[in-house]
């Protein structure tokens, strides 16, 4: 049996003998709800369950308000197949665009090195299932991997993703290697406006021609979230767990590669996962993500260059602030420590690099977790002479913003204020305690 | 019910209904063991059951060898206080190191914002209970948040603590601001040597006057620990979950701050913890740990200030690297992206600094797993241009170990052969799988 929720819910579930995709009937004082039980993400609430309606809307329930649950029947999976859950088309355009990365590499057995040698349509023929998802095009773009990755290569893929989606396909899927596929995820978000279809960058981190890849599960789960999804912003699709059981669909603003090596190595920061999905399902926890919207993709490639990304620590050299001033640059990205300090001895490096008008963005090296810098006596100081807090957005994701930002706007209270607003899901009004630790799990005990 | 055990342990403890505490007998071919069955933290093997002998030691089982196993008692919790489980003294001596930081603070309530005001002697007339572990002596030392932590500082609290242990204390607490307390506890790892007794540092995410307050039970958890326990390492001990239930016991080189503000913020990376401790007992996984030594506490703070830490990112300027070599530095930790790359157009910059005889040390900024530099062209290139992989060593504790590396050391052999060899249980020679994604549980289903 498996039963995804916790707490609370999982009492009042498990007194009904319910277990996740069992059909229920639910009768609260003014309505009655028949529906199939979805799973739910352990980083959410224990006080709602969530059905899956017949006319295919998605419903939460308090289950403090319900005055009765009854079971229906056991394991209704087959009633919600994935078209069903997200009314899609079953068989739909998808574009593949091609960066390179270990996705689209091989073994070389004599030096025991991975090089990258293949192309998207190499990898679509060693993976003909993909055809059954849907009528696929492949887009050449480059081929490296991605510690070669470089803000001028965003635009290019960036114009490539919008270029496709206006020519009517249903979704794109790009191939990259994982390095720093969370800084491309996070530069299309802001490079790309009113996404008519999802966005969904994948990788490997086994060349394909392992028997240990995960290429096959990645691969296909994103054509499927490319292909079937109603998503309309960029994600990341990579392994859920060890095993090939399911992939986690994550926000492009929320996410970071955080192992060296695993195939669940990604994993989303300060948010929960957007969805699972494997070849036979896909699962969306849909009330969260964005929709995709009509007309044409809008494109921006703008981006400020001279902005660098800072670690504050014991021993930090302040004059590699004024280095960076010296040279020109318009922004820094201070990773700060706690809720987002800096040592004393730089404050005044800090304070030189304002008055040269240059934008200082705080965030925190301790990745999860919100800035406040009205707490301590620094974090006030650090306001006072003109910092910007960067509240629960990833370092890596406050760098990449504020090229954007810089890239557009030249008044300061514009900068200020692009920074402080909520563009691509990168800020987070409220942290749920169950976000941390973090964890791609949304079945208990797994 | 509470059972810490998984997979195979678990299903076999359960079917004769034990759990964690339960008195068992033990048959193996050769062997018959009576024993209390140990809590086993979440990350460790499933093949192994952990008993308490009544001689006093722990001897782990391999549960396909054992014949036959019985109940014999539930809930043998009282058996096992902390003085039996560690054989420490009841009543000990042990001297506080004083340098700030939240947990010697107060709110200003008419700013709210919150200032370091008291001593660690203040901090003891807070919670008197303190006395009754130990015989407590105070050393003012510092009053600074941790932001404001400095090289300099980590040799005086590395004099005080040899000081108070060569004195004949049995273990000595620093109380710390959090901010950049690992990094002052992968400092004195390797700063001190043939420690006598334990080095425990603690502090507070919400200072000691607010209700919801952390400090008590991180200072006095922290304060048994350097009373009881048999440790001859340096320890974080801060809370192991949001609630006031058990502190984790962190080896020093091996956690990080990875939440701005949870009372659990502190996580053990690329390790399990230690052990877990609060008022009432204090278990110790203790086959993992290092031991007390007798005799004099030797201390060296011979530390190369002029090290940096740079984050490769796409869009890095590689001549912040040429501005550290001709600033005279004389070492650069890289955490570089994946398994340990960086980008190709900054290799011209590293390959220069290497020729100016500067050490490189690449770590990863996944932060988890182990840097692995022979599978990709860029890691095999690194090599060759002489870099030294960091193998799985955060970022943080690399940058400490380099700095105790060249103060130490002038040959390039030396320091390498020292970068590279276990000193204080930075470097792990496997991974097990369940130390991702991070948890400070030991219990499941918490």
Redesign the interface.
């Known amino acids: 049996m498996t039963l995804s929720y916790h707490g609370r819910a999982k009492v009042f579930l498990e007194e009904i003998g319910a277990e996740d995709f069992s059909v229920v009937l639910v009768k609260t004082r003014n309505n009655v709800f028949k529906g199939v039980l979805l799973p739910r993400p352990l980083t959410e609430d224990d006080k709602h369950i969530v059905l899956k309606l017949n006319n295919g809307y998605n419903i939460g329930v308090r289950i403090d308000k319900v005055e009765e649950i009854k079971l229906l029947g056991q394991k209704a999976r087959k009633v919600i197949s994935p078209s069903e859950i997200i009314k899609a088309e079953e068989y739909a355009d998808v574009s593949i665009i091609g960066t390179g990365g270990t996705i689209a590499s091989r073994v070389d057995y004599v030096?025991?090195?991975?090089?990258p040698q293949f192309s998207a349509s190499e990898l679509l023929s060693r993976y003909p299932e993909v055809e059954k998802i849907g009528k696929i095009k492949t887009v050449p773009l480059l081929n490296i991997?991605?510690?070669?990755?470089?803000?001028t290569y965003?635009r290019e893929i960036a114009e490539s993703v919008a270029r496709e989606l206006n020519s009517g396909v249903k979704g794109v899927v790009i191939t990259h290697?994982?390095?720093?596929m969370h800084?491309?995820s996070a530069a299309l978000s802001f490079m790309l406006r009113n996404l008519t279809g999802p966005v969904v960058l994948t990788g490997a981190q086994r060349s394909p021609d392992r028997g240990s890849t995960d290429a096959y599960l990645n691969f296909l789960s994103a054509v499927k979230v490319a292909a079937q999804s109603d998503l309309g912003e960029v994600v990341i699709v990579m392994h859920q767990t060890?095993s090939d059981t399911y992939c986690a669909i994550h926000r492009g603003t929320k996410v970071r590669?955080?192992?060296?090596?695993?195939r669940?190595?990604f994993?989303s920061v300060n948010s929960h996962i957007l969805g699972i999905v494997n070849l036979k399902e896909m699962i969306m926890f849909s009330s969260y993500s964005r929709k995709a919207g009509e007309g044409e993709v809008e494109v921006n490639t703008k981006l400020e260059?001279k902005?660098?990304?800072i670690?504050?620590?014991?021993?930090?050299?302040p004059?590699?602030i004024d280095?960076?001033v010296d040279?020109g640059y318009r922004g820094l990205v201070v990773a700060?420590?706690?809720?987002?300090?800096?040592?004393?001895?730089i404050m005044k490096s800090l304070k030189r690099a304002l008055e040269n008008d240059v934008t200082i963005v705080v965030t925190?090296q301790?990745?999860?977790?919100?800035?406040?810098m009205?707490?301590?006596?620094?974090g006030?100081e650090l306001l006072k002479i003109g910092v910007i807090p960067g509240e629960d957005m990833l370092p890596?994701v406050a760098?990449v913003k504020l090229?954007f930002a810089l890239g557009n706007y030249t008044e300061k209270s514009e900068v200020t204020g692009f920074m402080r607003r909520n563009i691509a899901g990168e800020l987070t009004s409220s942290l749920s305690?169950r976000l941390?630790?973090?964890?791609?799990q949304i079945y208990?005990?797994v």
Do not use: I
Request: proline share 8%.
């Open positions: 030096t025991g090195a991975v090089y991997f991605s510690e070669d990755m470089r803000p965003w290697g994982t390095d720093t800084f491309t060890p590669k955080m192992h060296t090596s695993r669940d190595a994993l260059e902005v660098a990304l670690y504050a620590y014991p021993g930090v050299d004059d590699v280095f960076y040279k700060g420590t706690g809720l987002g300090h800096t040592p004393e001895y925190s301790c990745l999860f977790g919100r800035v406040n009205k707490v301590y006596r620094r006030r890596e760098y090229m305690l941390f630790p973090p964890t791609n208990q005990g």
